[in-house]
């Protein structure tokens, strides 16, 4: 579930920000916690990166996306950095726990390309051991296509958590129920951050994921 983030020349540097869920899973945490190895949660870390600070938005690649990893808890900022990036002729790409209300989301989809939700299981119990409630995850899907914003969604497939194929059908048949046009990405966990004991995902089971979306 790491992220390839293309970065922006908006400012001098390059910001990470907290997600408001606790993910014993989190593969991005490898990356995030380098400055920070003994945190739990990402902390707001800021990074010198090699750019330059005040490039003219002529001189950018419009293709560029600037992509904001799950950080529902600093939306207001998410929210100025999409305006001043749409303002210069730049794509923003908003990833996200799907945990956020409603006027804040709609506020976001006014100024985003896409919004992409990790879904992490279809099970409530579940996601209230990862801090979240799996309504509010589902509300957010919806709703984010409902205000017109091109919306996609991740599952990490993590054997003995989210694997099931019942629980493979319930996600792809939600999904589809709010569109059948929603694209959604199945990926393969590995084991790192607080789940070094555990399996890979087998490819044979993103395969079967696979083809009951494609169902």
């Not at 950080?71 to 996200?96: H, M, P």
Request: hydrophobic letters at 35%; a negative charge.
């Amino acid at each position: 579930e790491t992220q390839k983030i293309a970065n922006v020349a908006l400012s001098g540097r390059q910001f990470y920000a907290g997600q408001n869920a606790e993910i014993d899973y989190r593969l991005s945490w490898s990356e995030a916690s380098e400055k920070n190895p003994d945190s739990r949660y990402s902390t707001f870390l800021q990074e010198d990166v090699e750019f330059e600070p005040n490039v003219s938005p002529d001189s950018i690649d419009p293709d560029n996306i600037q992509v904001n990893p799950q950080n529902e808890d600093f939306a207001e900022y998410v929210l100025d950095v999409a305006i001043a990036a749409k303002r210069s002729g730049l794509r923003t790409v908003v990833v996200s726990n799907g945990t956020i209300r409603e006027e804040p989301l709609r506020d976001l989809c006014e100024h985003l390309a896409a919004y992409k939700v990790d879904l992490k299981t279809m099970q409530d119990r579940h996601y209230r051991q990862l801090g979240g409630v799996l309504a509010n995850v589902l509300d957010t899907i919806r709703g984010a296509r409902g205000m017109g914003c091109w919306v996609e969604v991740v599952t990490l497939v993590v054997p003995g958590f989210n694997d099931s194929t019942d629980e493979l059908m319930d996600a792809a048949r939600y999904l589809a129920s709010v569109s059948p046009d929603i694209p959604w990405h199945v990926t393969a966990f590995h084991p790192d951050y607080h789940m070094t004991g555990e399996p890979p995902t087998p490819p044979a089971t993103l395969i079967r994921a696979a083809e009951i979306g494609q169902e």
